[in-house]
T-cell receptor, first 114, second 110 residues
């Protein structure tokens, strides 16, 4: 238990569906992150939020839409995804975006797009 | 560009020390060395980090060479639960500034 909880753990969705991934952290951290991990590829950073403000978007397609209503919660809204978007989506948090501290990761959501 | 080089895989007998090497010859003076691991189908787990001094915590020890061009992560008594992919990362700051590579797959065997 890392203090970062992601739901659901597994998700299968059609290309025309709309779904959301949820991440919640109980660590009092101010920075939260979305990562994508495709099969046999390194982790790719998608979005960064610091004090609820988006500070980084790594050229992620608009079919992925993040939302950070407060420092404890982070969502990733999904719509009209493609099969190649199937991957493990990981949420992480850290005390802040700067400073040399560790990041805590959730267990991930295994997404399959059919 | 890869900032670290790690062997793709290693084996270790249970109960023995696992020594995982990492080369980071282009590390700059203010960059830290971080180690994370990822057990199959789970999120990465932070292990340890350091700047230039050797570091030890309840999970592992980190040995950084004097010129800082390489480091070794030591798991003193490996168990089967230590089987995972271990990532050596150099960078400044937290998750937004760290680039995960392909890591070393450590297999601990009986």
């Amino acid at each position: 238990e890392t203090g970062v909880t992601q739901t659901p753990r597994h998700l299968v969705m059609g290309m025309t569906n709309k779904k959301s991934l949820k991440c919640e952290q109980h660590l009092g951290h101010n920075a939260m992150y979305w990562y994508k991990q495709s099969a046999k590829k390194p982790l790719e950073l998608m979005f960064v939020y610091n004090f609820k403000e988006q500070t980084e978007n790594n050229s992620v397609p608009s079919r992925f839409s993040p939302e950070c209503p407060n420092s404890s919660h982070l969502f990733l809204h999904l719509h009209t995804l493609q099969p190649e978007d199937s991957a493990l989506y990981l949420c992480a948090s850290s005390q802040g975006e700067i400073g040399n501290t560790e990041a805590f990761f959730g267990q991930g959501t295994r997404l399959t797009v059919v | 560009d890869a900032k670290t080089t790690q062997p793709p895989s290693m084996d270790c007998a249970e109960g023995r020390a696992a020594n995982l090497p990492c080369n980071h010859s282009t590390i700059s003076g203010n960059e830290y060395v971080y180690w994370y691991r990822q057990i199959h189908s789970q999120g990465p787990q932070y292990i340890i980090h350091g700047l230039k001094n050797n570091e030890t915590n309840e999970m592992a020890s980190l040995i950084i060479t004097e010129d800082r061009k390489s480091s070794t992560l030591i798991l003193p008594h490996a168990t089967l639960r230590d089987t995972a992919v271990y990532y050596c990362i150099v960078g400044i700051g937290t998750a937004s500034k760290l680039t995960f590579g392909t890591g070393t797959r450590l297999q601990v065997t009986l």
